[in-house]
């Protein structure tokens, strides 16, 4: 079995490209470039460079002593929350910015829900001089002001999504109208593994450098580069497919997928897609996602902006289905409390959708001599609001 | 033989109107149906309002949300139009998104638009390639015609392939945009019009995207078979409601 995308751009049954005939020259452009443009040698340089030079890569593979003995297993943190803007999002971004000056394009475009990708995408279209407009719903706005901030320092124009629900999906709406109605000159920086083929593996390629590391560093620490778990939540995926991808085809490793279960899975206001969601189509993939009977995309709900999308990315919707990864639902308190907890043993305060990852260690026994790493994909200085209002502080 | 069809060896140029159902009220479907056969329409695409309709501009998607508001499902359309064919004559099609139509499930959605007398669809999320190689069989079961789309940035070899999958008309967007943010048709459109025109397709075109009143509507269907009002006909449903229909029809011809 394999996990990772066929030459269609499915992952088993998943993925694919249900995307309107307005879109079809953009994507199909993009399918037939993006292998050939991110295997050329100058673009691998530069890649690279950029990566260990302006974003701070690699990341270092930190051994949490005081967590690992509180839960009696060897608990590794690869930190993604040490490179520049604070996360993860960034591999992309450089990635895709390369890309899409080779490509020819002037303008770029984004959608971003806690703004963490629109800060990541603002940042590289700064660096490179090229215009910069960022979806972000309206909602999403109002109760996000310092990334709205930190994109218009940056030179980038935040245009409010006042459609539907007003928040992330909506967003992403957005910036595939701006795509339809500026089809030349744009390149969309999707921000997730999600969205019409090649996105969900072109994404993946960029973040795949954090299993990369992981796997040198821990042969440099414990004489071998498989740990026997890797752990990541999952929003729309970008982190937890990175730390997965060069582990994906080793069955030895198991892999965790962590969602937000919000006020619990089946409260109402949830974004468990892997339990809540059925199989349909949203923003061109064929996935798992949150709906109604009659097929029309609902809203999900989680403390953490970052994880509160309808849908999962079409590798995680396989590796779902497959089995090949184990999917654990984790509540805002929960979250919340792992948050501090990680914050008071090792001085690290993660980013909120971090924190689902580290809270399963207080539902699943790891043995003593396990290695788990977990892909600390982002910091929590983006969450200090939500976390002073949650504990008071 | 297929209404659409029957419809595109009339000597004219056709009138086809959008319009979203379920709005502005939840009942107004057929009454809506029926004005516009009255008033002198030759086609209708009735729209299944979606929560996430990625190629509709802001009229189309603030009606689609109304009408989900209103109650909207597909389940009640094709109770809405049960009767419709005791009354309406001219070709009706379907327009929505596809995850909807995959819930309802595809064959089911086809036979329901089959029972009540459907005769196209135009699933504008559902790419001509995965229609050729999986639904086509399921479609043409149930006497559905499925219409395409192409732009101006269709490449021709597309064009021809997707000319050589249609069975009844091309569905021609005016212009790189989504619904509704045309303000008028410049040199740009003419000269694609007039390569399209060029291209001697087997499918006749049809217009849509920017035609909002006589002029653009003369203008589209210059070197073109028809021409599609969605936008505009919903922004008159806004204002004026069912009753201004044949009112606005009138100014059209």
Sequence with gaps: ?393 | MNRIIEKLKAPKKLLSIYFTAGYPKLDDTVGIIQSLENSGVDMIEIGLPFSDPLADGPTIQDSSTAALKNGMSSELLFNQLKNIRETVRIPLIVMGYFNPILQFGVEAFCQKCQEVGIDGLIVPDLPADVYNDSYKEIFQKHALINIFLITPQTSDERIRFIDCISEGFIYMVSSASVTGSQTGFGTEQEAYFKRIHAMQLNNPQIVGFGIKDKETFNQATLYAKGAIIGSAFIKMLTKKGTNGISTFINTLR
Aim: aromatic share 8%; proline share 4%.
């Design chain 1, 1 to 393: 079995m394999s996990y990772n995308v066929n030459d269609k751009g499915y992952y088993g049954e998943f993925g694919g490209a249900y995307i309107p005939e307005m879109l079809y020259p953009n994507i199909e452009e993009l399918r037939q470039n993006y292998l050939k443009i991110t295997a050329e040698p100058t673009f691998q340089e530069e890649f690279h460079a950029l990566l260990k030079d302006y974003v701070g890569r690699p990341t270092p593979l930190y051994f949490a002593k005081r967590l690992s003995a509180k839960f009696n297993t060897k608990i590794y943190l690869k930190r993604e929350d040490l490179n520049h803007t604070g996360a993860h999002k960034v591999n992309n971004t450089i990635g895709q910015i390369l890309l899409a000056q080779r490509l020819g394009k002037t303008r770029i475009i984004a959608e971003t829900g806690a703004g963490q990708h629109g800060v990541a995408t603002a940042t590289v279209c700064a660096l490179m001089g090229i215009e910069c407009v960022v979806y972000m719903g309206e909602v999403d706005i109002a109760r996000q002001a310092p990334n709205v901030a930190r994109m218009k320092m940056l030179g980038a124009k935040v245009v409010p999504a006042k459609s539907g629900s007003k928040t992330l999906k909506d967003a992403t709406n957005e910036a595939m109208r701006d795509w339809i109605n500026n089809p030349v000159n744009t390149h969309y920086i999707v921000g997730s593994v999600v969205g019409p083929h090649p996105y969900p593996d072109m994404v993946a390629r960029f973040q795949a450098v954090v299993s990369e590391e992981i796997k040198w560093q821990l042969l440099e620490k414990e004489g071998r580069s498989n740990p026997d778990y890797v752990m990541a939540c999952v929003g729309g995926g970008s982190n937890a497919a990175g730390a997965f991808y060069h582990y994906l085809e080793d069955e030895n490793v198991k892999l965790i997928a962590v969602e937000a279960a919000g006020k619990g899975v089946h409260s109402g206001e949830s974004a468990a897609t892997s339990i809540l969601g059925r199989e349909g189509i949203i923003h061109g993939s064929k996935t798992l996602l949150m709906q109604t009977n009659d097929g029309q995309i609902t809203e999900p709900y989680s403390i953490s902006a970052g994880l509160d999308y309808p849908g999962v990315g079409p590798m995680h919707a396989h590796l779902y289905k497959t089995g090949r990864a184990e999917f654990i639902a984790i509540t805002d308190d929960d979250a919340m409390t792992s948050g501090l907890e990680l914050s008071q043993l090792e001085g690290i305060i993660p980013a909120i959708e971090t924190s689902h990852a580290l809270a399963v260690f207080n539902y699943k026994t790891f043995k003593p001599e396990d290695i788990v790493v977990i892909n600390l994909s982002g910091r929590g200085d983006k969450d200090l609001d939500t976390y002073i209002k949650y504990f008071k502080l």
